[in-house]
């Protein structure tokens, strides 16, 4: 059981817009930034959004992050066939003294 | 630009031990810190825990405190896991991360993982 909770999955259809949660709580998500990463099917892990809803450099604009409380949101618009991967939340736990990542979601492009 | 290269895949029996090594170049080493995540086959990912060559501190999960261990090398700016008492649920692929210098735990940039298999 991860101590923050994404949806096992998600699916949209090119050009569609979806969302993904994440949701923790006040020693995690409601008090630390949130990092999230996408990990294309047989790669490393990727830094996509940071600081909540930041991206780094070259990081498409059709992806973006936010947070309310204890929940953030990864939305990725226009989605195209190279956006099928699995995307993780990431925080610093207060009560852990650590990291502590979401337990993914994986995106389907039908 | 930063790249962090790791050693090559591992068969292990149950019970060793395995050390696994990062290569870091561009950028800062020994004012960076590094961490490692694992991934089991199938599974998510799953925060380790971290090093800081500069102090040569660790800190570590509360699962690893026991079987895992965190050294870094300045004179080849490399930082190594090693992971003891091997089980077959240790059996993942292992990565090591350069935190951003913000201090907001964002991992900047993965090696390409290093696949750890435990079989006897």
């Known amino acids: 059981q991860s101590v923050l909770t994404q949806p096992p999955s998600v699916s949209g259809t090119p050009g569609q817009r979806v969302t993904i949660s994440c949701s923790g709580s006040?020693?995690?998500?409601?008090?630390?930034?949130v990092n999230w990463y996408q990990q294309l099917p047989g790669a490393a892990p990727k830094l996509l959004i940071y600081t909540n809803s930041l991206r780094p450099s070259g990081v498409p604009d059709r992806f973006s992050g936010s947070t309310s409380g204890t929940s953030a949101s990864l939305a990725i618009s226009g989605l195209q066939s190279e956006d099928e991967a699995d995307y993780y939340c990431?925080?610093?736990?207060?009560?852990?003294?650590?990291?502590?990542f979401g337990g993914g979601t994986r995106l389907t492009v039908l | 630009q930063v790249q962090l290269v790791q050693s090559g895949a591992e068969v292990k029996k149950p019970g060793s031990s395995v050390k696994v090594a990062c290569k870091a170049s561009?950028?800062?080493?020994?004012?960076?810190?590094f961490s490692w995540v694992r991934q089991a086959p199938g599974q998510g990912l799953e925060w380790m825990g971290s090093?800081?060559?500069?102090?040569?501190?660790?800190n570590y999960a509360q699962k690893f405190q026991d079987t895992v261990t965190f050294t870094a090398d300045e004179s080849t700016t490399t930082v190594y896991l090693e992971v003891r008492s091997l089980r077959s649920d240790d059996t993942a692929v292992y990565y090591c991360?350069?935190?951003?210098?913000?201090?907001?735990?964002?991992?900047?940039?993965w090696g390409q993982g290093t696949l750890v298999t435990v079989s006897s």
């Open positions: 991360a350069k935190v951003g210098a913000d201090g907001e735990w964002k991992f900047e940039y």
């Open positions: 561009g950028g800062s080493f020994t004012n960076s810190v």
């Open positions: 990431a925080a610093w736990a207060d009560s852990l003294n650590g990291v502590v």
């Open positions: 006040s020693s995690t998500v409601g008090s630390n930034p």
């Open positions: 090093i800081t060559p500069i102090f040569g501190t660790a």
